[in-house]
């Protein structure tokens, strides 16, 4: 089979920035008109494509999903998949698990960090480089993280040449597990930053950064959080991957955070898959459930919780479903999250709920039944699970399942990074794997900031030397 040779061009949400292609979207990660970079029009993937997936290997997948959004020669793009995904411990690198009839695991977190950000990330990273060595020049990374995505960006990007990487995380509000992913990196290019406040300050800064018009041209910053559409793409693939494994349809549910792992399940969709329904699974901080269940997305305080990852109130990819849902109406969703920013509150209009309701579905989970969950799932199946997959496997426990129609679980991190939580549900304390057993002996390098975009932007140009 061969892959279409026509190159996908891309465009903001906001409708105001010009379109241009996926080196250009790969390095600048926001639009210039603060929005978020889709296709223009999403290249489809056959049915008869997707059935010869079931006998092809997760990398080969990967280079025909990927090979449609990138204007990469073909070889570069499977050079960087393979290489991507050779350390993975698991061969199939996003292994389909059934814990129950119909119920399946899809593990996810089998990279080099322990979580699923290591599928996107370990690509991203190498596209990165290469892109640098053909256009010259340096590029400044400045990530938020909830935990994960900052050990997944340093996995992937440490060490290399012409990159920095800054990454900031809630002081206090990740795992031990999480946070020495981040800080013990030896690597001279990396910076951790401990920000006093939430996951929602550290990407409002990032996103103000990328605001600083001057700043961020100076340092030739970009961003490996999901706002970059390349992280999207790569997370498609094993949606693709599970329901050719399954050979019929099947819903999905989500543990969300900053809902560009859902998306990924929708942009999926829109390539041809058939997905019965995406769940979105939330803990406490439930602004996703509450948005699709009343159609008023309004932020209220973070909640710390055992599932930190998902303790966000405003999910930057939710600006992607929404086009979408609106018919792709770029002076609305301009209008709209101009109004949002403003008012800390939008009310979704009839047809957007209806076109979003289509699509998703939702469910929450407190901590109380996330420690019930992990304690269900291991004495039922003898899986151990962490507490963010607890939370969508909580939603998929509730649910009116129908026999003969399969549920997928994203399973998105190993249990060992959330040992705590686990322990005090099972009694049994997750083992971290072995290329890991170092990591409460490095030393961490870390500085804690004030929750200030100035000062946040002043350590940067120290750090680069401005």
């Excluded at 990273?125 to 053909?134: I, N, Q």
């Excluded at 929602?200 to 996103?207: L, R, S």
């Excluded at 303790?311 to 600006?319: H, K, L, P, R, T």
């Excluded at 992607?320 to 792709?328: M, P, V």
Aim: glycine share 6%; net charge negative.
């Amino acid at each position: 089979m061969t892959v279409s040779t026509e190159k996908t061009r891309y465009g903001s949400t906001r409708g105001q920035a010009p379109e241009t292609g996926f080196s250009d979207i790969l390095l600048a990660g926001l639009a210039s008109d603060g929005g978020l970079y889709l296709p223009t029009a999403w290249p489809q993937v056959s049915v008869a494509e997707q059935a010869a997936f079931a006998s092809a290997s997760y990398v080969e997948v990967a280079r025909r999903v990927l090979t449609r959004f990138t204007d990469v020669a073909e070889d570069d793009v499977a050079d960087d998949i393979a290489a991507a995904y050779s350390g993975f411990e698991h061969p199939a690198i996003a292994p389909l698990v059934e814990i129950g009839p119909d119920l399946y695991l899809l593990e996810l977190f089998h990279g080099p960090t322990l979580a699923f950000k290591d599928i996107a990330l370990q690509v991203l990273g190498r596209m990165f480089a290469r892109a640098l060595r053909k256009r010259g020049g340096r590029a400044t990374v400045v990530a938020a993280t909830s935990g994960d995505t900052g050990s997944a960006a340093i996995a992937a990007l440490g060490g290399l040449p012409n990159i920095e990487v800054f990454v900031l995380h809630p002081k206090g509000r990740v795992s031990e597990v999480q946070r020495r992913q981040m800080t013990t990196s030896p690597h001279a290019n990396v910076h951790n930053v401990a920000l006093e406040g939430t996951f929602d300050d550290a990407q409002a800064i990032v996103k103000a950064l990328f605001a600083d018009e001057p700043f961020a041209s100076t340092v030739g910053m970009t961003a490996v959080n999901s706002i970059n559409f390349a992280r999207i793409a790569a997370q498609c693939v094993y949606y693709f991957t599970a329901t050719a494994a399954l050979g019929r349809p099947a819903t999905f549910v989500v543990p969300t955070g900053n809902f560009g792992d859902v998306f990924a399940g929708e942009a999926a969709m829109r390539m041809g898959l058939p997905i019965e329904k995406l769940v979105v699974a939330t803990n406490a901080n439930d602004i996703m459930y509450r948005v699709l269940e009343t159609g008023v997305y309004a932020p209220g305080s973070v909640q710390p919780s055992l599932s930190p990852s998902m303790d966000i109130q405003v999910a930057s990819n939710f600006e992607r479903a929404l086009f979408e849902a609106s018919g792709r109406d770029s002076e609305w969703l301009r209008a709209a999250m101009a109004g949002f920013a403003r008012d800390r509150r939008l009310e979704l209009p009839p047809h957007v709920r209806t076109a979003l309701a289509a699509r998703y579905a939702a469910a929450r989970c407190d901590d109380s039944e996330t420690l019930a969950t992990i304690a269900r799932a291991h004495r039922e199946t003898g899986h151990l699970i962490d507490p963010h997959t607890a939370v969508a496997l909580n939603a998929a426990y509730r649910m009116n399942r129908e026999a003969g129609a399969p549920v997928v679980v994203l399973s998105t991190a190993h249990p060992a990074k959330f040992p705590d939580a686990v322990a005090k549900a099972t009694g049994v304390t997750p083992t971290l794997p072995s290329r890991l057993a170092s990591l409460f002996e490095g030393e961490e390098r870390c500085i804690t900031l004030p929750n200030d975009k100035a000062l946040v932007r002043a350590h940067i140009e120290s750090m680069l030397a401005l």
